[in-house]
């Protein structure tokens, strides 16, 4: 199984920016999906998550109202639309597939086995 982000990048604070992740090697559609992040010196945190139907979403309270999870499971590929972003959301940003069959969307990362290698998100003020 493999997961590649792309679509980081360098924004200004208030702007946006829409980061991809494609996967491989497993039946993308029958997985949840989650974003996770990573800034220098702290732990790796959830942002938000999607269920296989795409008809369950979950996000950190802290990114709820500004950034947008989605899937598009003919493509094998979930996004992440950021808006209004801020220097606190400056991290590496992960996705990854969740362990459990058709399960719901959630926010602990040890729901989640494989990982991307992650994009890089900086936000200047």
């Known amino acids: 199984v493999q997961l590649v982000e792309s679509g980081g990048g360098l924004v200004q604070a208030g702007g946006s920016l829409r980061v991809s992740c494609v996967t491989s090697?497993?039946?993308?559609?029958?997985?949840?999906l989650g974003w996770f992040r990573q800034a220098p010196g702290k732990e790796r945190e959830f942002v938000a998550a999607?269920?296989?139907?795409?008809?369950?979403?979950y996000y950190a309270e802290s990114v709820k109202g500004r950034f947008t999870i989605s899937r598009d499971n003919a493509k094998n590929t979930v996004y992440l639309q950021m808006d209004s972003l801020k220097p606190e959301d400056t991290a590496v940003y992960y996705c990854?597939?969740?362990?459990?069959?058709?399960?719901?969307?959630?926010?602990?990362?040890?729901?989640?086995?494989?990982w991307g290698q992650g994009t890089q998100v900086t936000v200047s003020s």
């Open positions: 990854a597939t969740g362990r459990r069959f058709l399960g719901p969307p959630t926010p602990s990362k040890y729901e989640y086995n494989y």
């Open positions: 090697g497993r039946t993308f559609s029958n997985y949840p």
């Open positions: 999607i269920a296989w139907d795409d008809n369950n979403t």
